[in-house]
């Protein structure tokens, strides 16, 4: 199994839909999570940290589920600037809280 | 304030030959990471340094790759003896602290003929 993986995608929707994606981890231990959006031939950017309360930033939420080894992220509203891939990304804490796994993405299209 | 570089942005080589990737952290920045993304995949952990020392370097495919800080800033990750299988964009991040947020730098895509 691997250790982060996501919803294969790709994820089409037009602007003002909903769009969810799913992300599952192996090692019980992990410590903090995160997604992270990546632009076309461009760099990760910390989107949001995910907490175990769940999270909001305006259009998007986070949610974690420690039970279920499950983290998701919600967009409400799309719009054409969140075209991008979404990457589930992982910590897993103790000795190796420097590493960042990351699951493979979900791209997603918003279409006009 | 500026972000994480990397040069050269675009490297082409021949197999066989050495390549040499350079990373210029944000300023203050102790904490260094590379990761290597191949098409369709998500960034993979290379090696982590903290200061100067290479702390963790169990992400490096084989003894052809190799990465150095010497004075605790720019770092330069070297692989020799290139295979076609090492094409993929090179990420270097760096973080204030560990753990904190990692910010990556635009990448070096490097090119394997």
């Known amino acids: 199994r691997k250790e982060v993986e996501q919803d294969p995608g790709p994820f089409n929707v037009p602007e003002g839909a909903t769009v969810a994606f799913n992300c599952t981890y192996s090692n019980s231990a992990s410590q903090s999570f995160f997604w992270y959006r990546q632009d076309c031939r461009k760099e990760p950017k910390l989107l949001m940290s995910?907490?175990?309360s769940g999270n909001e930033d305006g259009r998007f939420t986070a949610q974690l589920n420690r039970a279920s080894q499950y983290i998701s992220l919600l967009i409400r509203d799309s719009k054409l600037s969140d075209s991008a891939t979404y990457l589930c990304v992982v910590n897993m804490g103790g000795g190796s809280n420097y590493k960042l796994t990351f699951g493979k993405g979900t791209l997603l299209t918003v279409n006009p | 304030g500026a972000g994480v570089s990397q040069t050269p942005s675009n490297k082409v080589t021949e197999k066989g030959k050495y390549v040499e990737l350079r990373c210029d952290p944000i300023?203050?920045?102790?904490?260094l990471y590379w990761y290597r993304q191949s098409l369709g995949q998500g960034p993979e952990f290379l090696i982590y340094?903290?200061?100067?020392?290479?702390?963790?370097d169990s992400g490096l495919p084989n003894d052809r790759f190799f990465a150095v800080r010497p004075e605790g800033s720019v770092s330069t990750l070297k692989i020799q003896r290139t295979e076609r299988g090492d094409s993929a964009v090179y990420l270097c991040a760096s973080s204030l602290t560990v753990p904190d947020t990692q910010y990556f730098g635009p990448g070096t895509r490097l090119t394997v003929l």
């Open positions: 300023s203050g920045h102790t904490a």
């Open positions: 340094f903290q200061g100067t020392g290479a702390a963790d």
């Open positions: 995910v907490y175990s």
